[in-house]
């Protein structure tokens, strides 16, 4: 996996959760936002002090975090 380097962790800032930029925006946050129906350019907007690389980071990290744990899913 190439390296994210927007992506902290630190266990001062919200909990230790990841972070962009040691800031307190969650990856989860991002992620969720898109996940919402959000554009990439909304949040940009909304959020002025994060930047395209963050978001793309954060959607990357999410990703491989999906693709390298496996979660019971329900089956319907």
């Known amino acids: ?3 994210l380097d927007r992506i902290t962790r630190d266990p ?3 909990g230790g959760k ?3 930029r040691g800031m307190r925006v969650t ?3 991002i992620v969720g936002q898109i996940g919402a129906g959000r554009s990439v350019d909304e949040l940009l907007a909304d959020y002025p002090y994060l930047e395209l690389e963050d978001v793309l980071q954060a ?3 999410a990703a491989w ?3 390298e744990r496996e979660m019971p899913l329900a089956v319907e």
């Open 27 to 29: 990856v989860g946050m």
């Open 1 to 3: 996996m190439e390296a």
């Open 18 to 20: 990841p972070c962009i």
């Open 12 to 14: 001062r800032v919200m």
């Open 65 to 67: 975090l999906a693709e």
């Open 59 to 61: 959607l990357r990290y």
